[in-house]
């Protein structure tokens, strides 16, 4: 494996983090913190530094949930991709997992549900679904993807690659205005 | 009555009772590997102390909180609700920094669900 060519590319597509492997919490709260901070000395509004971050946790406490809820071996499988980076004025958070096939379909129409949400409606949404009660054992509140929605203000994108008979890779994508 | 003192790390927030005071104050982020567990002991520790003494301030720093902490906050406020539709005296002092104002729209999104006083304090850090 060529680094450097690694590097070049990194650098080419504005890739300031990137995360491959198992994760823990830990590593989630490692990552986070150094995101801020990396952030902090972007001379950016504190709101994107705010809104980046968001969208980060939000996304990366959710995949490790799902993969958490649906037992999905460590190792390859159970790890996670994280990319932080910055095209232009935007900044880009990318998370992708394994999923199960047979998930794939709710997914994406719970994301295309949510794309087609105006801003208010996205509000009312969160609002009910704060105030509904969730199945026992429940790992999140439900509103994670919603909430990523809601700062972005340009929804989320997502692409499906086929891995086997039993996986799917899921990839998430969402934008953040530098303000 | 017990008292309640969680200590602050990374993801999650300090949660301790002045006693003097009669104040709860939560400062710090909130983003736990899992909001449920970690707000399960808060939530609990406040339902006692209301059943003891009719009053609470609740005196709250976060400048982050994920989605499901949210959740929890939510549920802490409604029991605050019931104290106070019962005729306790209950408020919430929120303090936030001027330079993040999505703590400010928080403050305002959990201000709309109470009708017990919410003063939301803009400060400096």
Redesign the interface.
Known sequence: MDLFQLREQFSNDGIMMCFNGPFSHSIIEEMGTAIKNHLANENIARVAVQDVFAAYIEMTQNARNYLTRRDIPTGDTGSATIMIAKKDDIYVVTSGNVVLREDIAELTSRVDGINALDLDSLKKEIRRQLRSELPPGSLGAGIGLMEMAKRSGSGLEYSIREIDDRFSFFTLRVQIQQA | MRTLNIAQS??TPQISYDRQEHVLRITGES?P????EFYAPVTAWVKEHLAVENRLRLDINV??M???S??CM?DLLDLLEDAHQKGGAIDIVWRY?R????SLDLAE?FKEEVTFPFSIVSEEF
Do not use: I
């Not at chain 2, 330079?99 to 999505?102: A, E, T, V, Y």
């Open positions: 990374q993801s983003y590997e899992n909001s449920f400048s982050y994920n989605s499901s949210t959740k939510l920094d330079d993040n104002p999505r999104e």
